[in-house]
C-alpha cells in the first residue's frame, strides 16, 4: 500500500503562482512514475503532467505547458508541481497519483495510487 499526501493549495489571483507537493508513502519501490491529474466541477479528471523516475520523460498537457514544471525528489519520494501564470480556467482539485511502473503514461486509469486531492483556486 501507498498513501500519497498532496500540499500547496490554495486560492491564488490570476496570474499568480503556486507551489504543490506530494509525499509517497507506505509499501513503495524504486522506478515508479508519478503524475499529477486534476479535476474540475462537471468535467472529467484530466491529465496536467507526469514524470518518470530518473527525470528524464516528462509529459505536460498542452494547457499547461510553458507554465507548470514537474520536479521530483527520489530520497523524499517525494513530486512537485510548480504553477505559473496561472487562470481562472486552472481551477480543479489537484491530485498526485503513482504508477508502479517505469513507463510514463498519461492516462488517469493507467495510475496505481491516488492522493485525496487539493483544492486549487484561481480567482480573475
Known amino acids: 500500500q501507498v498513501q500519497l499526501v498532496e500540499s500547496g493549495g490554495g486560492l491564488v489571483q490570476a496570474g499568480g503562482s503556486l507551489r504543490l507537493s506530494c509525499a509517497a508513502s507506505?509499501?513503495?519501490?524504486?522506478?515508479?512514475?508519478m503524475g499529477w491529474f486534476r479535476q474540475a466541477p462537471g468535467k472529467e479528471r484530466e491529465f496536467v503532467a507526469a514524470?518518470?523516475?530518473?527525470?528524464?520523460?516528462?509529459y505536460y498537457a498542452d494547457s499547461v505547458k510553458g507554465r507548470f514544471t514537474i520536479s521530483r525528489d527520489n530520497p523524499k519520494n517525494t513530486v512537485s508541481l510548480q504553477m505559473n501564470s496561472l487562470k481562472p480556467e486552472d481551477t480543479a482539485v489537484y491530485y498526485c497519483?503513482?504508477?508502479?511502473?517505469?513507463?510514463?503514461?498519461?492516462?488517469?486509469?493507467?495510475?496505481?495510487?491516488w492522493g485525496q486531492g487539493t483544492q486549487v483556486t484561481v480567482s480573475s
Open positions: 514524470i518518470s523516475w530518473s527525470g528524464g520523460t516528462i
Open positions: 507506505g509499501h513503495t519501490f524504486s522506478s515508479y512514475a
Open positions: 497519483a503513482v504508477r508502479m511502473s517505469v513507463v510514463v503514461t498519461t492516462t488517469p486509469s493507467q495510475y496505481d495510487y
